[in-house]
């Protein structure tokens, strides 16, 4: 699918109702944001929602971040494909034959197939959190080496943490796409998450999409927070 997006920012539509996930939506241009769409909303709202999405013009990341047999994976990346969404993601953890059994389910759809994505540590992870699930070495080296499974597997990217990005292109080439949630503007309340980065310095370390929830959909007025993002990142000096 083409970039014809016009910022990298793909808000996370994290609501409790198709209604509410909707009138985001309705706040937003298509022709400057993507949107997500993640376990809470899926659950809810179902495939109509993502189709519905889809319809209104929007590249929609379904981010249900499959983790199972090989089989499931596969047929569950097809059924996401089906629904026409520009993105779809796995848990990297579940290994190189279950990516790769979804990269192969995605091949025969060629160019307008979605982006498949692996997710590596998630931003809410700190280090110290790593060791007690049997995980024994630097988080930054869980990322880069679960990264580099991904890409032999025939992903296209990782989610990973910004704060990650830099090594993450100097170990796995710049064609291969960092997405990375954990965005927070400068003073911005971290919440649950727990390795952050500015918009402008995740650009800047080499993200190529900014998935970003809270800090637009819990403002005042979401798609003030949006512009003003956008704003932000597209200055010279970003
Ligand atoms: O795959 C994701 O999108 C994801 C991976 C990850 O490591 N961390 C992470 O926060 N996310 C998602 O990104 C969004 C971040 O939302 P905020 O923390 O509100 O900006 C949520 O919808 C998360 O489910």
Redesign the pocket.
């Known amino acids: 699918m083409t970039d014809s997006v016009s910022s990298p920012v793909i808000v ?1 539509l ?1 609501y409790d109702t198709a209604e509410a996930a909707l009138a985001m939506a309705a706040q937003l241009d298509p022709a400057v944001c993507r949107v ?1 769409v ?1 376990k809470e909303l899926f659950t809810i709202a179902g495939p109509d929602l993502v189709r519905s999405l889809v319809q209104s013009g929007f590249q929609v990341f379904l ?1 249900l ?1 499959f983790h199972d047999i090989p089989n499931t994976v596969a047929a569950a990346v097809r059924a996401a494909a089906n629904l026409g969404v520009w993105m779809v ?1 796995v848990h990297a953890s579940g290994g190189e034959r279950m990516m790769r059994a979804a990269a192969d389910a995605l091949a025969p759809l060629g160019v307008n197939r979605p982006l498949l994505i692996g ?1 590596t540590v ?3 992870t700190a280090e110290d959190e790593l060791a007690p699930v049997g995980v024994n070495r630097p988080l930054k080296e869980q990322v880069v080496a679960l990264a580099e499974l991904a890409k032999v597997s025939g992903l296209d990217g990782v ?1 990973c943490s910004a704060q990650e990005a830099e090594a993450l292109k100097a170990a796995c080439g710049s064609e291969f796409k960092l997405v990375t ?3 927070r503007p400068a003073g911005a309340d971290a ?1 649950d ?1 727990r390795r952050i980065v500015t918009p402008v310095d995740a650009l800047r370390n080499g993200s190529d999409y900014l ?5 637009i959909t819990a403002a005042e007025d979401p798609a003030s927070a949006l512009k003003a993002i956008v704003r932000d990142i597209e200055k010279p000096s970003a």
């Open positions: 996370a994290d997500k993640g981010d971040k993601n997710v998630l931003t809410s989610v949630p954990g965005i919440g998450q998935v970003i929830g809270r800090p």
